[in-house]
Nanobody, 127 residues
């Protein structure tokens, strides 16, 4: 079973940048989908971006295009979320989630499709 650990959250001013990382440990499947979600206070969890762990293009929610970039580090199996031009509405708790998907190389950030979740990391954007 894989476990996920997020890192890289913190505070930034509007227009600033942060990079989040999602590091898996435990059993690593040959291919799995990894997605980032966020939840602002009082709001539903929102899928932000997703990518397959081996190869394939990324998925982004319209709300983060073209400011966010999801990428994979194949050497460490880490998935990064680079967040640029941050806005106040990007504030929230960010979670990474993973699900084994043999042979699937395009992934979506749909909450029901993921059973393994990290603990979350806080992102606060304010001036």
């Amino acid at each position: 079973q894989v476990q996920l650990a997020e890192s890289g959250g913190g505070s930034a001013q509007p227009g600033g940048s942060l990079r989040l990382s999602c590091s898996p440990s435990g059993y690593i499947y040959e291919n799995y989908c990894v997605a980032w979600f966020r939840q602002a206070p009082g709001k539903a969890r929102e899928g932000v971006a997703a990518i397959a762990s081996t190869y394939g293009g990324p998925y982004y929610a319209d709300s983060v295009k073209p400011r966010f970039t999801i990428s994979r580090d194949e050497g460490t199996n880490t998935i990064h979320l680079q967040m640029n031009d941050l806005k106040a509405e990007d504030t929230g708790t960010y979670y990474c989630a993973a699900e084994p998907r043999p042979g699937q190389h395009y992934c979506r950030a749909v909450e029901a499709g993921y059973r393994t979740w990290g603990q979350g990391t806080q992102v606060t954007v304010s001036s």
